[in-house]
């Protein structure tokens, strides 16, 4: 798998980022222990300092598994604040549940089991930051559901940009230097849909962050 940051600079910025709380450390260690993918600590950063910049006060994940990226977003919204996870594993979203209550953030979260892309339809927005973190091949169906839910000003995140297990890398470098790549993985596939998409979306304007699995951050500009 490629690697998107040397792991020098990588501890570099998670050491000098913000310090996780004793229940994310938890988080970690479960990550770690089980082999879960989460994005880590320096993209959970990002999503918390994003989370700020926008003054968020409402937000959506298309995937949430036990609750890291959303366990950061918390702390960033209101106390009247919202964040809507979506999960298909019953007892990922139930661990959400404990790890997001242990910090103090059950009154403003709203856990939902099932399809994101069902769940999605049974809320009205504004959602002022949006996180895709599911299937690789409806990454552009998420983003064309909720787009018109993110106000000028919001933010839609897109985690797997650039790398994961099962996306090609050479893959989508040939097709960002202007190549056809055929033969590729559907998940390799439906990030290049996606990243087309969101390119292609005059009211937003988007870049990848070379950070955890390369994230792409797309910004409502009109």
Not at 6 to 22: K, L, S, T, Y
Not at 65 to 70: Q, R
């Amino acid at each position: 798998m490629t690697e998107v940051l040397a792991d020098g600079i990588a501890r570099f910025v998670r050491a000098v980022g913000p310090d996780p709380d004793e229940t994310l450390v938890e988080m970690d260690e479960y990550a770690a222990a089980a082999g879960f993918p989460h994005v880590g600590p320096e993209v959970g950063a990002f999503l918390r300092f994003v989370a700020r910049l926008t003054d968020a006060e409402r937000v959506f994940e298309f995937g949430s598994g036990y609750g890291y990226s959303a366990y950061w977003f918390a702390d960033a919204l209101p106390d009247d604040g919202e964040l809507v996870l979506t999960e298909v594993d019953d007892d990922e979203l139930e661990l959400a549940r404990e790890y997001l209550t242990a910090g103090g953030y059950d009154d403003i979260a709203r856990y939902e089991l099932g399809d994101a892309m069902a769940t999605i339809d049974r809320y009205d927005g504004p959602f002022d930051v949006v996180l895709i973190d599911h299937q690789k091949s409806t990454y552009a169906d998420a983003f064309e559901a909720v787009r018109s839910d993110v106000p000028v000003g919001g933010v839609v995140v897109a985690d797997n940009a650039i790398t994961a297990g099962v996306i090609e890398f050479d893959a989508l470098l040939d097709w960002a230097e202007g190549g056809t790549p055929t033969d590729t993985t559907e998940h390799t596939r439906g990030i290049i849909d996606y990243l087309e998409t969101v390119r292609a979306d005059p009211a937003f304007e988007t870049i990848v962050v070379p950070l955890g699995e390369g994230i792409a951050v797309s910004y409502r500009v009109e």
